[in-house]
Each structure stands twice: as structure tokens, then as C-alpha cells.
């Protein structure tokens, strides 16, 4: 069974540039969460999908971060502008369901540098 | 608001030590308890899953227990292996249905040959 894929594993850019991570789940998954991972730091959750409506989004920068996802399969997350604090690494994880005890499976990460 | 802890940031020990991890939350209300494994460049891999209901949990050299009441919460490896290097991090849930996980800063741990 293929894993959640990522793209890019890295991304550097300038301040006030804009950037777009994408993220693939586990087929089948209805449940995905975008986490961001600032270096020595837990991840944090931003945004959580259940099929493709939103579940949880308090903790998402609205002014310069957005989310989609389309058909409730793939997910994109944007940042726009970005800041130097926006660097971290960005985690996707997928779920058979939204249940505290369904496992969640994470991708790689893309790892964003921004100067 | 939660906040988990997790002391000490690194660890260092020889090869065959048994050794255990610590993590503390704040409010005991959680629902469950889980220890993840991050290696390098890679994701989270789910190790235990504790119910607040549960005490402990074991799979294979690992056993996790839990004290909600005291907001602790032990990662014990026996018999440490080069290949368990990694960071190990805790999470809480405060809902039955939700998967919202409240990270703490993770332990990484080194195992020497």
C-alpha cells in the first residue's frame, strides 16, 4: 500500500514570496491534516479535512495561509505571502476516519526555507 | 490550554541499556494518549496508543503508561538498539472524535554502538 505522498521535500524562497505544498493521501482515506513542524518543536495542527470539508482551522493563519481540497482526495496548502517565521517543515498526514483512535499516517514533509 | 512536555530534549545511551521517556501534560482531560517515532527526513510512524481509561500499553520492547491523573505519561525501551535512534514524540487527544493531536517537543535519542 503506497504511503502519503508529498511534493516538493523542499522549497526554499524569499520573504513575501508565495508558496504551494501538495499532498497526496493514503487512497481510500477520508480524514487529512496538515501539520507545521518548526525546528525543535512538536508539529501543530493547521488544518484538518474530512472528505473535502473543513473540520479544524483554528489554528490556520488565515491571513497568509489557505487550504484546499478538491474532490476529497489531494490536498494543497498555499502560503502568501510567506514570512521569515513560516519556515519550518509542513507534515500531511491521512486517516480511514476522524475517530481519536484511527491512526493517522504521515508523509515525509516538505521542508520550506524562507529568507 | 494543553501543553505537553517532554524532558530531556536528547538522550544519549550505549547500546542494550534499557532506558525511559518522559512526557507531562497539563490537563488531565485528554482522551488518549500516543508516542510517535520521527526519523530524519522522514514522517511520524505511530508507536502505542493509550486510552485514558488504560494504564499501559506494550508492543514488542516498548511499553508506554499512563498516569492521567498526575498528567504523566513513561515511554520504556528495553534492551536499546542502534536502530531505535530516532526522536520520540508524545500527543494528546481531547476528544473521542476528533484527531486533533497536541504535540509535545519531542526526546531524541541516540543509541551508541
Known sequence: E???????????IEKRQSVAFWCNPISGHATLYWY??????????????????VVDDSQLPKDRFSAERLKGVDSTLKIQPAKLEDSAVYLCASSSGSLSTDTQYFGPGTRLTVL | KQEVTQIPAALSVPEGENLVLNCSFTDSA?????????????GLTSLLLIQSSQREQTSGRLNASLDKSSGRSTLYIAASQPGDSATYLCAVNLSSNTGKLIFGQGTTLQVKP
Open chain 1, 2 to 12: 503506497a504511503g502519503v505522498a508529498q511534493s516538493p521535500r523542499y522549497k526554499i
Open chain 1, 36 to 53: 507545521q513542524q518548526i525546528l525543535g518543536q512538536g508539529p501543530k495542527l493547521l488544518i484538518q479535512f474530512q472528505n473535502n470539508g
Open chain 2, 30 to 42: 485528554i482522551y488518549n494518549l500516543q508516542w510517535f517515532r520521527q526519523d530524519p527526513g522522514k
